[in-house]
């Protein structure tokens, strides 16, 4: 179990292009040149339309293969046999929201999925049993909802290896800050209830006969406790500060011992320790061999649960096989599979088969499917088959120090058939803001580098994954501190390279990156030509008294300690001092600003306030808002309209290239998200 730390997207510009020492006439045939050695103008629909097949999984038996695709608009599940060519294969789902995420139950008989309504998170369960007669209407199985409960979220906690027709599921029915435990009849929907929570437990992990055996609980003044699940209640293991990782990762087969993620103690990198469940004894296993980052995750064997490898993300990934078998298993798959980040992402319970993704920085991911025995590997699929790897642009690892000496991480994606001096520049921020960027590939990136834009994504401190030193550097230091200033040093660092144009660059990011947004082009704004700040807070106050109730037993070990608490007089004036709301009258540049409807985690209101405020100091602002979603779009036409409204903002800020010609459906949908922002009203507190 994780402990939750959530919050948790033309023309050349020549005019900055000189040569030394030549004349007007050479320096147009050096722009024409540069010019014609830049890659195509890709059209956006391949960056952004949902890919022709995705999210491929085998069932355990390995008879058949599901996977994602678009049906009656939306993406669903798929189903084929999985010797048989995608051609023959069928829908099994027919939902008009896509589908986010699936799996099969133990026994091969169901395919599981989740699903909101237009992006209020509040996840239900969904069963289809794909051998069962077609409804006419769809042409799909029958779908059953398993928790059907309105306005709740449901957890997935188990599928006990020992009942393949039960799964486990918390449910915050009774409490909407805390889930009860029930065990749910996958065949006919049966609900019991197992265990109320009146613990006031944030999380349960069970074992894998799915039965209870550990729980996670907040601590006053933050920090969390493992505790034993006994019959006679609960048995403290071990605690960990809200600067600390405390962690369960995987019950180990014997049953007795859980491997646990955890940096407690006199120790900042997160290592992999086997603890002992009945005594609460740790024992080492692993820390990173090249002492750089955190623990970053494992395989096992999905029969045995043998510990079989074990990864870290620096700037790129490291695997390590832990055995015999999965040393020459890696081994088999590196000689087999072209060069890439190789994942794997589906498994048969024996092993036999195995789907794996080798993807890179340019190229979204191939899938081939692995045979053990011969060690062959069959290409299945390309995820985006249309997008050119040839024009788009490599993405670099990057390392600068910030004005305080302290080292950050990064990724800077330049565009491809220019020089990489005096570039307009996009700084692309990751939400979290407790996340990080990784090397791979993006879609912004990829989508803006062929606009012309370089790209600088920034690890800043508060970044997971650098250990916890790194990450609590970040602790009270949004907006005004340290962690804007690493945004803003990146900027400063770009400018020392040469790299950016100072006249031109933007800021755009998403949830806590539309919050650094916002925070830029006002706490900094000769800095920023431009910024697009997507599902952003605006006012930290409103933020964090808006939370859902779910996030509520998690709030003191993180918000309230990382960022502030409204409830604390001097954490208010803190909070007051550090959003961008109050001090809307210095932001100089124009904003495209973005939001859905149904956000649960950062509402409507934030982006509302924001563009109010702007409009009423007669500040340049443009608003999006898609009334079918929620902290981020997911919906490809929404996702395509949002792409059309920032490259024609972008080309008008900085100068960048734009695609002039738009999908019909495309434009349509972008004038319905148009917001004319005379018409934005602001909410009073509380009002809903």
Not at 337 to 349: H, M
Request: hydrophobic share 35%; net charge negative.
């Amino acid at each position: 179990m994780k402990r939750v730390l959530l919050l948790l997207l033309g023309t050349v510009s020549l005019a900055a292009l000189t040569v030394s020492g030549g004349c007007g006439g050479q320096t147009e045939n050096v722009a024409q040149e540069v010019a014609q050695s830049m890659p195509p103008l890709l059209d956006r629909e391949l960056f952004f339309g949902d890919p022709e097949v995705s999210g491929a999984q085998l069932s355990p038996d390995g008879e058949w293969m599901t996977f994602l695709k678009p049906y009656v608009g939306a993406r669903n599940i798929w189903i084929k046999r999985a010797d048989e060519p995608f051609a023959n294969a069928r829908p099994v789902t027919a939902d008009k929201r896509p589908v986010p995420g699936y799996f099969w139950s133990r026994d091969s008989k169901y395919i599981l999925y989740v699903q909101d309504k237009n992006g209020d998170e509040n996840y239900h369960v969904w069963a289809v049993n794909p051998g069962e007669p077609v409804v006419a209407e769809t042409n799909v199985p029958p779908a059953r909802d398993l928790t059907p409960v309105d306005g709740v979220r449901a957890s997935i906690y188990s599928v006990p290896k020992n009942d393949p027709d039960v799964m486990i599921v918390g449910l915050n029915d009774r409490d909407p800050s805390y889930h009860d435990v029930y065990r749910v009849q996958i065949s006919t929907g049966e609900r019991t209830l197992v265990r109320e929570n009146t613990d006031q437990i944030a999380g349960w992990d069970f074992d894998h006969e799915g039965r209870l055996r550990l729980a996670m609980r907040t601590l006053p003044g933050g920090g969390t406790e493992l505790l034993r699940v006994d019959l006679q209640g609960l048995t403290r293991l071990a605690t960990s500060t809200y600067e600390e990782e405390l962690n369960t990762v995987n019950f180990h087969r014997d049953g007795r011992h859980v491997y646990v993620e955890t940096n407690v103690g006199d120790v900042d990198l997160a290592q992999l320790m086997l603890m002992d469940i009945e005594t609460g004894v740790m024992q080492f296993v692993e820390g990173d061999p090249n002492g750089e980052v955190d623990f970053g995750g494992a395989t096992f064997h999905p029969d045995t649960e043998e510990l079989l490898a074990t990864f870290y993300l620096g700037d790129r990934v490291r695997v390590y096989p832990k055995t015999e078998f999965a040393t020459s298993l890696w081994e088999s798959l590196e000689k087999a599979l072209p060069e890439g980040e190789i994942s794997l992402t589906s498994t048969t319970r024996d092993l036999s088969k195995l789907l794996v993704a080798v993807s890179s920085d340019v190229d979204p991911g191939t899938v081939y499917l692995f045979d053990t025995a011969t060690g062959q590997a069959t290409m299945q699929y390309r995820s985006r088959p249309d997008l050119p790897s040839e024009h788009l642009a490599p993405m670099k690892p990057v390392h600068y120090a910030a004005r305080d000496g302290m080292t950050i991480h990064g990724y800077l994606t330049l565009p491809r058939g220019k020089p990489d001096k005096n570039l307009p520049v996009v700084m692309y921020i990751h939400g979290g803001p407790w996340a990080r960027d990784s090397w791979g590939y993006e879609p912004y990136c990829q989508f803006l580098a062929n606009r012309g834009y370089a790209v600088m994504q920034v690890n800043y401190r508060s970044s997971t994954g650098y250990g916890k030193r790194y990450l609590n550097a970040g602790n009270r230091e949004w907006g005004i501190g340290a962690m804007q200033h690493d945004v803003t040093d990146a900027v400063e660092w770009l400018k020392r390279e040469g790299v950016a144009d100072p006249a031109k660059v933007a800021i755009f990011g998403g949830s806590y990156g539309g919050y650094c947004t916002l925070a830029g082009v006002t706490f900094t704004p000769d800095l920023y030509a431009c910024g697009i700040p997507y599902v952003g807070p605006s006012n930290l106050i409103t933020l964090i008294e808006s939370f859902p109730e779910y996030w509520k037993p998690f709030l003191e070990g993180s918000w309230y300690k990382r960022v502030g608490d409204p409830a604390v007089e001097a954490d208010r004036e803190d909070l007051i001092a550090r959003s961008p709301l109050f001090k809307c009258d210095q932001i100089k540049c124009p904003l495209l600003v973005v939001h859905g409807a149904n956000d649960p985690r950062v509402k409507q209101n934030e982006s509302d306030q924001i563009v109010a405020a702007l409009r009423d100091k007669g500040k340049a602002v443009s608003y999006l808002v898609a009334p079918d979603e929620g902290h981020g779009f997911r919906a490809p036409n929404n996702r395509k309209a949002l792409a059309v409204a920032m490259e024609k903002f972008l080309s008008e800020q900085l100068g960048g290239r734009y695609q002039e010609d738009v999908n019909p459906e495309t434009q349509q949908r972008l004038d319905e998200i148009t917001v004319d922002v005379s018409t934005v009203g602001v909410k009073a507190p509380g009002e809903s």
